[in-house]
């Protein structure tokens, strides 16, 4: 949806942005995201002039610093952005599910255990984390951490 608000400055494109409560996340990427060029970043905050956490990577280092995963089914999908920094994993997420709810936002692991998740306030909400994998970047098999079970 284009009035998602975003975290993302004007040269870049929006990959991800929702507002989570009072707070916004974005992941957003230079327009010229590639494997000789651009740079990938994450978002977390009230407002552009009130970024809480920020978190990037040239294209050189991208798929060092960040884990892009994807996984799809006849009537869903589900992908992944996630990071570590120092013992923390943060796990962004999109699951769109025909017969099941949607869901969004972005979880906190520490040892492997989550201890927050940020939920988007609209499930959904602007989405094209897929384009990571179009610019030519490595995709693994999604965790599903967001999926709902049956």
């Known amino acids: 949806m284009d009035n998602e608000p975003n ?3 004007s040269d ?3 990959l991800f942005s929702c507002a989570t409560g009072t707070k916004v996340l974005s992941v957003c990427a230079t327009k010229s995201l590639s494997k000789s060029e651009g740079k990938l970043t994450y978002r977390f905050g009230e407002s552009k002039k ?6 990037s ?9 960040f ?3 994807y996984s799809s089914y006849p009537k869903g999908a589900v992908s992944e952005l996630s990071f570590s920094i120092g ?3 943060y796990t962004v997420h999109a699951d769109t599910h025909v017969f099941k709810d949607s869901s969004a936002g972005v979880f906190i692991e520490r040892h492997g255990e989550i201890i927050d998740y940020k939920a988007c306030n609209n499930a959904y909400q602007k989405n094209n984390l ?3 994998s179009k610019a ?3 995709t693994s098999e999604a965790r599903g951490i967001g999926t709902k079970p049956d």
């Open 67 to 69: 884990n892009y995963s």
């Open 87 to 89: 013992q923390y994993l």
């Open 7 to 9: 975290l993302c400055e």
């Open 57 to 65: 990577a040239n294209y050189n280092s991208l798929e060092e610093k």
């Open 130 to 132: 897929y384009s990571i």
């Open 50 to 55: 009130a970024i809480e956490l920020a978190y």
């Open 136 to 138: 030519g970047f490595n």
């Open 12 to 14: 870049e494109a929006i």
